[in-house]
């Protein structure tokens, strides 16, 4: 008998809701971004993203499931993310979640967002043989985590101020770009030259696997405001490629470094920035060299979705692992640290 996986994601500004079927058939995955109602403020207003989930969760639910053709009856589980995130926006999807499981009286299961993120990576290539390596890069989070198990999350190195999505978002409204600032930088970057600007970079203490990026943030602001001072031209071009070389230098060093310490042979990405050409172009050129495979979800799968919380659900399922109604949101949620 099949396994029918309702995803429910709404952690940030995305509402989202996707079938999976036996782990591999994604039957629906809808996303209602709130890109365009955020941009104005130039960042997420928690707030306002709240207000927007409590509109769109059960539009979203019940259009993927009629794109699924499934019934709710045809469910075997709802996985939900209930954290890390916004509090506000966490609670609506666990809500929802909740009151599908009681009425349908099938299993509830409570899914860590970087949990969600990475599984992202098994939706293409379900037969990934562990022990794996994923760097998880977003607007929240830039962490190494090495999995040497399905489930099992060792957690190696992790930002310790400005997470490199964050200090994206927040250099691209600097330069006048817009939000996100991830894309646009990205984008901007390919016209420009990557050592146009030598910006600094942190490698903290010697055998660290954290990650810094507030003091180049700090770099490029001062940069801005010096030449803004003295009324010099910027190429923005060129500084967005400096600033993204920076920012991809310090990702793919780390990487490798865990590399050598874990002895992996597949490297994962995960997360929005995950889809970053700059990223992606650096890192599989240093794995080649070192004799590693490296493993990039779709493009599609890289921001927030409810696929991927239906993947790492579908995993929880198989191994029984289901949370109870009590269930509540968890804005600070660890990694392979359940708060059931």
């Known amino acids: 008998m099949s396994i029918t996986i309702l995803g429910i994601e709404t952690s940030c500004d995305e509402t989202s809701a996707a079938v999976l079927v036996d782990g591999v058939d994604l039957r629906s995955n809808i996303i209602s971004s709130q890109i365009e109602i955020h941009k104005k403020f130039g960042g997420v207003v928690p707030e306002v993203a709240s207000r927007k989930h409590l509109e769109n969760v ?33 609670l609506v999807g666990v809500a929802a979640a909740k009151a599908m499981a009681y009425a349908l009286d099938i299993p509830l299961i409570g899914v860590n967002h970087l949990e969600g993120h990475i599984a992202a990576n098994f939706l293409a290539q379900p037969d990934l043989e562990f022990p794996l ?7 929240g989070h830039s962490d190494l985590v090495y999995l040497p198990s399905r489930g099992e999350y060792r957690l190696l190195g992790r930002t310790r101020d400005d997470a490199a999505g964050e200090a ?3 250099v691209a409204r600097a330069m006048g770009l ?30 660290s696997l954290d990650f810094s990026f507030s003091g180049l943030k700090s770099a490029v602001l001062n940069y801005l405001n010096r030449a803004a001072m003295l009324k010099e031209d910027i190429n923005k071009a060129d500084l967005a490629a400096s600033f993204q070389r920076a920012v991809v230098e310090v990702l793919v060093e780390k990487t490798m470094m865990a590399v050598q310490r874990t002895g992996v042979k597949t490297i994962m990405m995960a997360g929005g920035v995950a889809a970053n050409g700059g990223l992606r172009a650096l890192l599989q050129e240093r794995a080649s060299a070192a004799g590693c495979r490296v493993v990039l979800p779709p493009l599609h799968l890289c921001t927030d979705n409810a696929a991927m919380i239906a993947c790492a659900g579908y995993y929880k399922y198989l191994r029984g692992d289901f949370a109870p109604l009590t269930l509540n949101a968890v804005p600070a949620l660890a990694l392979g640290h359940d708060k059931y």
């Not at 993927?64 to 939900?80: C, F, I, N, R």
């Open 168 to 170: 994206f978002d927040k």
């Open 133 to 139: 390596l994923c760097l998880v890069v977003s607007g």
């Open 58 to 90: 059960h539009p979203v639910i019940i259009e993927a499931l009629e794109k699924a053709d499934v019934t709710p009856g045809d469910l075997s589980a709802v996985a939900v993310t209930y954290g890390p995130g916004l509090v506000g926006a966490l």
């Open 178 to 207: 817009g939000y996100p600032g991830g894309p646009l930088i990205d984008k901007l970057a390919r016209e420009g030259n990557p050592e146009a600007v030598q910006f600094p970079r942190a490698f903290l203490e010697e055998g």
